[in-house]
């Protein structure tokens, strides 16, 4: 199992930057795709971004604004949201596949072993 922690959310400018951080314990998180989802009041959780277990291979909802990127020495995944936009305010989770494969796909909640608690992000208009 790995342990995750989200930080770095906050409240933000619509056109602004934020850099999320997950940091992972019990397990390296090399041995997992990891993810970023978020989830706003009365939605459904929803996909943001995918790093597969290697780092070479990224998967996005927005490939334009967002980054995706994984720190083996620190044992940490980042999320980069630039150029933010009020339809962006959610509670932003990290989670981690346990997975044999290189894959950045993984896009479906369901496929996730192990989530941090989120952090909430909000942008004003």
């Known amino acids: 199992q790995v342990q995750l922690v989200e930080s770095g959310g906050g409240t933000v400018q619509a056109g602004g930057s934020l850099v999320l951080s997950c940091a992972a314990s019990?397990?390296?998180?090399?041995?997992?795709?990891m993810g970023w989802f978020r989830q706003a009041p009365g939605e459904e959780r929803e996909f943001v971004a995918c790093?597969?277990?290697?780092?070479?291979s990224t998967y996005y909802s927005d490939s334009g604004r967002f980054t995706i990127s994984r720190d083996k020495a620190k044992n940490t995944v980042y999320l980069r949201m630039n150029h933010l936009k009020p339809e962006d305010t959610a509670v932003y989770y990290c989670?981690?596949?346990?997975?044999?494969?290189?894959?950045?796909?993984?896009?479906?909640?369901?496929?996730?072993?192990?989530w941090g608690q989120g952090t909430q992000v909000t942008v004003s208009s």
């Open positions: 989670a981690a596949a346990h997975v044999l494969g290189d894959s950045a796909y993984y896009t479906e909640a369901r496929w996730f072993n192990d």
């Open positions: 019990g397990r390296t998180i090399a041995e997992s795709a």
């Open positions: 790093i597969s277990r290697s780092g070479g």
